[in-house]
């Protein structure tokens, strides 16, 4: 072990291979052992574990029993170095869980800063994690998931592997999230589906009136004016031009994913109205979905969400 300053409690483990930042706090019972690297002031606290590889930044602060750097759950998983690297300044409470990566994979999951992770959340292998999010309790994130800056997730919500959360968006508590989730979107309900924009954090992140209406703007081309996805991205790709908030949902739109939330909906029960955004690989399908729709459902709500596996 090699230590610079700090407290380390007697009944602590600490293997030889592990390297200690200066003011490192570890109280009763953690054990930290194989090639980890501790940022100054970090704090773990009773009956923590950490294995290596992993990386912690500075300022993290381990609530009791977090276990963190475990070899993941993949049944794939044979042993293999992969890693697991931690930012900075992030609270991570009681019982969560980070596993490391997958060869499969990324070869590690990688968490930012600044972030706030409840009571039982569960980061799987290679999760990518962005800045500055919330995660309540029991949140659950699957393998292989990319989660932006700025997003909140409620208690008790899951995500599926390979899924993606842009930033600023907020998921419901319960959420069941089978397809992405665009930057800004609010998303709730089993499966999720879109509900407006997150308004109130981008309020309160500072973001201007004008940008979020460019942003809600956007969101109507999104889901609200029968667009296809084609359709929908050239419209917003023009509002991007005078509104730079906008470009992360461009960017968003246009990477490969699972498929974005969608919704079929009728508007005032007099008219049916289609709105569906199928991943890219099935977007040959909507014209039928429509015409098949149309001559099934005259009025009244409907909701559709696909689920691709």
Do not use: W
């Not at 979020?212 to 109507?220: G, H, P, T």
């Amino acid at each position: 072990m090699t230590q610079a300053t700090g407290i380390i409690d007697p009944s602590a483990k600490i293997g030889p291979d592990v390297k200690l930042g200066k003011n490192v706090t570890i109280r009763e019972n953690v054990i930290i052992e194989g090639d980890v690297t501790v940022g100054d002031d970090c704090i773990f606290e009773p009956f923590c574990v950490v294995r290596g590889p992993t990386t912690i930044g500075k300022g993290n602060h381990f609530y009791q029993f977090c276990s963190i750097g475990e070899g993941c759950q993949d049944l794939k998983y044979a042993g293999e170095p992969t890693t697991l690297t931690i930012g900075d300044y992030n609270v991570i409470r009681e019982h969560c869980s980070m596993h490391r990566g997958t060869v499969q994979g990324r070869g590690t999951t990688t968490v930012g800063s600044h972030n706030l992770f409840m009571i039982n959340t569960h980061v799987a292998h290679d999760c990518l994690i962005g800045d500055h999010c919330i995660f309540s309790n029991n949140a659950t994130l699957a393998g292989h998931v990319t989660i932006d800056d700025y997003v909140v997730f409620g208690g008790l919500a899951a995500i599926h592997q390979f899924g993606r959360v842009g930033c600023h968006a907020m998921v419901g508590g319960m959420a069941a999230l089978n397809m992405d989730v665009p930057p800004y979107v609010m998303a709730a309900g089993h499966y999720a589906k879109p509900f407006g924009i997150n308004k109130v954090g981008l309020q309160r992140r500072g973001f201007s009136k004008e940008a979020i209406s460019a942003i809600f703007q956007a969101y109507m081309f999104l889901y609200k004016k029968s667009l296809t996805l084609e359709e929908a991205l050239v419209e917003i790709e023009k509002l991007a031009k005078d509104h730079s908030e906008v470009q992360p949902l461009v960017d968003f739109l246009k990477q490969d994913g699972r498929g974005i939330i969608a919704e079929i909906r009728s508007v005032n029960h007099k008219f049916f109205e289609f709105s569906s955004k199928l991943p890219r690989n099935y977007q040959y399908l909507e014209p039928k979905l429509k015409t098949m729709l149309k001559e099934k459902i005259t009025r009244g709500k409907v909701e559709l969400h696909p689920c691709f596996c």
